[in-house]
Every structure is written in structure tokens, then in C-alpha cells.
């Protein structure tokens, strides 16, 4: 090789490695700013509002008589063991069928026919769903008796509005739709 072909070897080789290189920068700088359009642009997630309402004929017994009721608020990794875990098993082994589902333990609160409870909560950051349990004194057949909302209904301005009917845990079309 004559020494003009070995430098302009030499120089192309430099040039690759100065453009490969550059790529690189090029791409962690434009991560760089997609992560920073992100967090200017996009709110995140950091609180769990929901307003609980209790409608006046709320869990009746026998005599027609509305009794007050338990409501728990899971936030999960993961929704299989809660979409078929049982009444019994959330009333009574809860802990136990979703260890493994829990981003955070569980909120327990007791409402009254016709009371209102409002409540924010630090959302977990691995939280994917919100289940809700109401341990009504009678359940039918149907699983209406709890529900599960996905993270991507949630947002930071308005409360997900859940409404407690006779013996049935009810969504408010105040949440986001998801398709």
C-alpha cells in the first residue's frame, strides 16, 4: 500500500468511528429529551382520589332495613387472582390470595346508607389496577358485588365517583373511557 491509499484508509476508518460514536450521543441525547417532554408534558399518576357514595337503601337485611357496609380498596400489580377470587376468600383470606398481587396493602373504611367518604391516597408506582370490595350482608350470583379499574382510568383532577346501590359497587361515567 503507497502512503496516500494508507492515510485515506486511516482517515475513513477515523470518520467511521467519529460517526458511530455520534450516533450514540445523538441517541442518548434525544432520550435525554424525550424523558424531559415527558415529565414537563405529561402529569404523572401520583394520587389515588375516589369518593365513595352510599345510596340510602344500601345492603339490606331481611326486615328491609339498610345496614352499613365495608368497603376495601386494593391497589394491584395484577388483576388474575382478584378477578377470581371469591367473596369469601376476600373477606376472609385477602391477604393470603393476593401476597402476590399487592403493589400497596389494602384501605378499609365503614360507610353509613346515604354517607359520602372522600379519600386521597399515595398511588403505588407499580399499581396497574384499583379493585374495590363491598362486603354487602347478602350477594347474588353476579360478581357486582366488586370492581376493577384500570390505571389508565385514573386521573389527577377528578375522583374515580364509585356509587354503593342496594347490594352492587357502581362506577360513575365521571372516569376516563378506555377501549
Known amino acids: 500500500m503507497n502512503k496516500k491509499t494508507r492515510i485515506t484508509s486511516v482517515c475513513s476508518l477515523a470518520l467511521l468511528c467519529a460517526m458511530l460514536s ?26 389515588l382520589k ?22 376495601r380498596v386494593y391497589q394491584l400489580k395484577d388483576k388474575q387472582n382478584y378477578e ?18 399487592l403493589a400497596e396493602g389494602y384501605k378499609q373504611y365503614t360507610i353509613r346508607p346515604g354517607e359520602t367518604i372522600s379519600f386521597d391516597e399515595t398511588l403505588n408506582k407499580d399499581t396497574k389496577y384499583v379493585g374495590v370490595v363491598a362486603f354487602y350482608n347478602k350477594v347474588g350470583e ?30 360513575q361515567e365521571t372516569v376516563k373511557k378506555v377501549k
Not at 450514540?24 to 401520583?46: C, H, N, P, R
Open 22 to 47: 455520534g450516533c450514540g450521543i445523538w441517541q442518548g441525547m434525544k432520550d435525554g429529551t424525550v424523558e424531559a417532554t415527558k415529565s414537563v408534558f405529561y402529569t404523572k399518576l401520583k394520587i
Open 50 to 71: 375516589i369518593d365513595l357514595i352510599a345510596r340510602n337503601g344500601l345492603n339490606q337485611n331481611e326486615r328491609g332495613q339498610s345496614l352499613s357496609t365495608v368497603v
Open 84 to 101: 377470581v377470587a371469591s367473596y369469601r376468600d376476600l373477606l376472609n383470606q385477602d391477604k393470603t390470595i393476593l401476597s402476590n398481587d
Open 142 to 171: 353476579e360478581q357486582t358485588w366488586k370492581m376493577l379499574i384500570t390505571k389508565k382510568q385514573l386521573t389527577n383532577k377528578k375522583p374515580v365517583v364509585i356509587e354503593l346501590v342496594d347490594n352492587k359497587v357502581l362506577l
